[in-house]
């Protein structure tokens, strides 16, 4: 790989630059996209393949990637080794052995490829910014995830150091034992139905697998007896989730799946192979900010004598901008004015909100975590559909440091006065240039 070199000085958390992996010059200028090294270290397996249906449930993203014989998926292929061999021939082999997998799946591995294909993106992310990136760098005795040095059109240089963790909904929780529920919903995929698709909702753990016969037949008969014209009359005038829909409710010990048809439209028939068209969705509460703060707070402990921290997070469904916000700046609350005088009878001030003294930046001991000058997160981050990521960048307001030109020209939240209001701005796959969006892909 063609590199330039830089002086050593001006990047101290690095003491040895040698092995420069994004080394261009300019802000957001385009790079050459070489391999690393002439050997690298294969991703997906090199085998005919024939697999054309959508993914199941209880398979990961990488077993479907590796096995699906659709063209759009031998492009992603393609362009998943690319970025695998722009990496270090040490990150090649850590990024590759977590991501590949052989077997049945289980949630563990669909872990280990989610944090590191969050990694592998970062770092093709960073590349595209225009800075000068080095992976695993050496800060004493520890070893980020990546060192950035970033030349500003002045010529003043900012040293960053980015962390990445993946917050997954399922980790730590008790869903994490149900790939068998995964397996269940394989089985009600089986059952062909031309005319419906089923919207699930699960509730419990399934710890054991349920007879595949008596889930199959319970939701056969549900399409055998339903009548489509009087369903597609019902789903005109009240929608297709009303209560009026026929539904079937299947028990086994503590957990319970409950299926509701949906007539299809006579151009949108289920495909073989994917009878659920909605779902499954978990009934009770899934998650709360607490888990992201306590990873902000364990990231943070653990590099606490590095500066210019990010941590880079990968955010599932339920992790909403606001959530972050009120994560990072402190939650939100309405406060109420009390009558204390019991002869006053004039008006009382009207409810306002607040913004409470419990956040990752600020809490009730003054401004908190210094060295973590921001924290990025990546929602909906997913190999197959990069161009619908959304990053949006928070910075630590009670700092004054210079920050990386690229997290004001994402997505970033802008804190004014206890109030904070996301900026629109630009996707990640902007910067990414070796991706090329294909909107025909279907995972499902």
């Not at 902000?296 to 004598?305: I, P, S, V």
Request: net charge negative; with cysteine; proline share 7%.
């Amino acid at each position: 790989m063609n590199t330039e070199n830089s002086e050593s000085a001006d990047l101290k958390f690095i003491p040895e630059v040698t092995d420069w992996t994004g080394a261009v010059r300019g802000m957001f200028a385009d790079r050459v996209n070489s391999s690393y090294t002439e050997e690298t270290i294969a991703l997906f397996d090199d085998a005919n393949r024939n697999y054309t249906k959508p993914a199941l449930n209880a398979e990961t993203t990488y077993s479907f990637y590796n096995r699906s014989s659709l063209d759009e998926f031998a492009c992603l292929r393609q362009m998943l080794q690319r970025w695998v061999d722009r990496l270090p021939p040490a990150k090649q082999k850590d990024i590759v052995g977590r991501m590949r997998h052989t077997g049945r799946g289980s949630q563990d591995k669909q872990q280990s490829f989610d944090g590191a294909f969050l990694e592998l993106f970062l770092h093709e992310f960073l590349n595209g910014t225009g800075g000068y990136t080095v992976v695993d760098p050496k800060i004493d005795d520890l070893t980020p995830d990546f060192g950035v040095t970033e030349t500003g059109p002045d010529g003043t240089k900012i040293n960053y150091v980015v962390e990445a963790t993946d917050i997954n909904y399922t980790r730590g929780t008790s869903m994490e034992s149900n790939w068998n529920e995964q397996n269940a919903l394989d089985a009600l995929d089986e059952i062909e139905s031309p005319y419906y698709y089923l919207w699930v909702e699960t509730a419990g753990d399934l710890t054991r697998t349920p007879p595949k016969r008596q889930l199959k037949g319970m939701f056969e008969n549900l399409v055998k007896n339903a009548n489509y014209d009087d369903i597609r009359a019902i789903a005109d005038l009240h929608g297709s989730h009303h209560n009026f829909m026929p539904s079937a409710t299947f028990r086994y010990d503590d957990w319970s799946i409950t299926g509701q048809l949906m007539p299809a439209a006579p151009e949108r028939r289920p495909r073989k192979g994917r009878f659920i068209g909605l779902g499954p969705s978990k009934s009770g509460g899934v998650q709360d900010s607490g888990k992201v703060k306590t990873r902000l707070y364990d990231k943070a402990k653990h590099y606490r004598n590095v500066d210019n921290l990010i941590i880079a997070l990968r955010a599932d469904w339920w992790l909403m901008p606001i959530s972050i916000s009120e994560t990072l700046f402190g939650s939100m609350a309405i406060q109420f004015a009390m009558l204390e005088e019991p002869a006053y009878d004039g008006p009382l001030p009207p409810p306002r909100t607040i913004q409470r003294r419990d956040g990752f930046w600020f809490n009730s001991d003054g401004p908190q975590n210094q060295h973590v000058i921001g924290v990025v997160a990546f929602h909906d981050l997913y190999p197959h559909c990069v161009d619908r990521t959304r990053a949006v960048f928070y910075a630590n307001p009670y700092i004054d440091k210079p920050m990386p030109a690229w997290t004001k020209a994402v997505d970033h939240a802008e804190y004014d006065n206890g109030e904070v209001k996301i900026a629109e701005g630009l996707p990640p796959s902007a910067f990414v240039k070796d991706y090329e969006p294909r909107p025909e892909i279907n995972f499902y």
